[in-house]
């Protein structure tokens, strides 16, 4: 590669801290992240993906997969039904106690979530002293499976019987009350019926612990790993994607033996700090947050947040929990049927303990903006670039003809761009306005190279590679071109 051009190279970077309204602005403007439903006014805590937000999104668990469970051999990938048992969600402790305290505001009637709140003044109303007593909300949402026919006569709490029809899809009952639930040991084809969008993927792994050990007889230890879609109905999302109803996990449950769990968690956090290494972020923003006892999840002995430095706030980003052996335990209990692990050497067959870290994919993806969002001055112009890695960029390269109305140029630029997308896939085509602002929209958007066909590529069948992060321009022959770019 020999250099043509030097004359556009970035100065002065200037360290800044990102906005979460510039991630926002950033991700609806430009096709990363809109409002769910936002065409007929949104539905709060949802967020639906536009084209390059799908693509950064694959990019980010492709990558999780391939470091996790593709790069290792101790790994095992299960994809479970979102819908399971509702044995599943009594037998793992949620329908008891996955709850959040909600307080209500007796002059404007808000709902928040308690423990959120600063002091006593409402923060819709602005009244002091005007909350209720906390009450436990339990945060799955309920659906019914199958084309029930729903007793009219049926008390549900809050009268909530009154709106409720024949019908065979998911609904939703205010569980704000103190016992929300239909009994489900009770007769009614309701109770019976009832199933819950999942709150965490980690139940789908302990429920297939079995079945992988039956196929697939691992060695100890060994994990089980998932993606896929989680549900909460949180009293109050909020910070863009932090805190949604529908969201992604990427969770593992590692299983170990009960005496060796220390070495093994230790080694988590390691591998945890190269993954985040591997989305670009800075370890300086990352802390570890050891998590008291009285504040840990019902199923843990250990947990350890990793927060991270996010425009709003330093919060969590995902959490590693040594689960001890309660979910197997549990399941053992219910289903009555062993969830026991025998050792190859011949000794004595015990239940496997558990580590387990647990990724968030929308918090992941709000740091990856963060850490990737930089601001420089590019010939004395101020200039917004997504500096993200070259792996998970949404674009990989964008492709122009230097001139649009030129019939020879644009002809070039879609052989070489054919070229380049056989090879990559996430190739972009951008023939709209003149170069430079082409340039700055790829920028904006984090595509690390831009290649411009110009009157000497028809020549000599070079053209011209321009480099995000540098703005440097160098001249490189087509033919190789995807040695350059690989
Ligand atoms: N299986 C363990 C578990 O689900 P968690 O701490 O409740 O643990 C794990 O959730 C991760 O899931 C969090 O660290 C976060 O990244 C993500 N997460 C949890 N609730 C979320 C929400 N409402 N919106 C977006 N991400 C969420």
């Not at 909350?131 to 436990?136: G, N």
């Not at 002809?411 to 082409?438: C, I, P, Q, S, T």
Request: charged residues 30%; aromatic residues 10%; glycine residues 6%.
């Amino acid at each position: 590669m020999s250099d043509k051009k030097s004359d556009k190279s970035a100065d002065n970077p200037v360290a800044k801290q990102t906005s979460m309204e510039d991630i926002v602005s950033l991700c609806k403007r430009r096709g990363f992240i809109y409002p769910g439903s936002d065409v007929y006014g949104g539905l709060s805590g949802t967020w639906d993906y536009g084209p390059l937000g799908v693509a950064l999104k694959r990019n980010i668990m492709n990558l999780w997969w391939k470091t996790f469970v593709d790069d290792r051999d101790d790994m095992y990938g299960v994809d479970a039904a979102i819908l399971m048992n509702q044995k599943v969600w009594q037998a793992s402790g949620h329908v008891d106690t996955f709850t959040d305290p909600l307080v209500e505001c007796s002059n404007c009637k808000s709902r928040f979530r308690a423990d959120h709140l600063e002091g006593d003044k409402c923060p819709t109303c602005g009244k002091t002293g005007t909350f209720s007593e906390p009450r436990q909300f339990n945060m799955m949402f309920r659906t019914v499976v199958g084309p029930v026919k729903l007793d009219p006569e049926i008390s549900f709490p809050n009268n909530t019987s009154a709106v409720i029809k024949d019908h065979n899809y998911t609904y939703n009952v205010d569980w704000s009350s103190e016992k929300p639930e239909v009994k489900a040991n009770s007769n009614d084809e309701v109770a019976l019926s009832t199933s819950y969008l999942r709150p965490e993927t980690a139940q789908g792994i302990f429920t297939n612990f079995k079945n992988v050990v039956d196929s697939f007889y691992p060695d100890l230890p060994f994990g089980i790993a998932q993606q896929g879609k989680a549900f909460r109905n949180e009293i109050s999302p909020r910070d863009f994607v932090f805190r949604s109803r529908e969201f992604e996990q990427m969770e593992v449950e590692y299983f170990v033996s009960p005496d060796g769990w220390e070495k093994e968690f230790d080694k988590w956090v390691s591998d945890i700090y190269a993954f985040l290494q591997q989305l670009g972020l800075n370890k300086q923003k990352v802390h570890e947050l050891e998590v008291p006892a009285e504040d840990r999840a019902h199923y843990s002995k250990r947990t350890i947040d990793f927060e991270y430095d996010f425009p709003h706030k330093r919060d969590e980003l995902l959490g590693l929990a040594y689960r001890t052996d309660f979910d197997l335990k549990n399941i053992e209990r219910e289903s009555k049927k062993s969830m026991e692990y025998r050792p190859k050497d011949g000794s004595k067959a015990f239940v496997p303990h558990v580590i387990e870290p647990s990724f968030g994919v929308e918090r992941a993806i709000i740091a990856v903006l963060d850490a990737a969002y930089t601001e420089d001055e590019v010939n004395g112009e101020k200039r917004n670039y997504l500096k993200l890695p070259a792996h998970l960029a949404p674009v990989k390269v964008a492709v122009s003809p230097l001139l649009k109305n030129k019939k020879e140029l644009s002809d070039k630029a879609h052989e070489v761009y054919k070229m380049l997308k056989k090879e990559f896939g996430a190739v972009m085509w951008d023939d709209n306005g003149n170069v430079g602002k082409r340039y700055r929209r790829q920028d904006e958007i984090g595509t690390p190279y831009c290649v411009t066909i110009d009157f000497d590529t028809l020549e000599d069948d070079t053209v011209t590679l321009r480099d995000r992060d540098t703005t440097k321009q160098t001249r490189v022959k087509i033919s190789e071109l995807i040695q350059e770019l690989k």
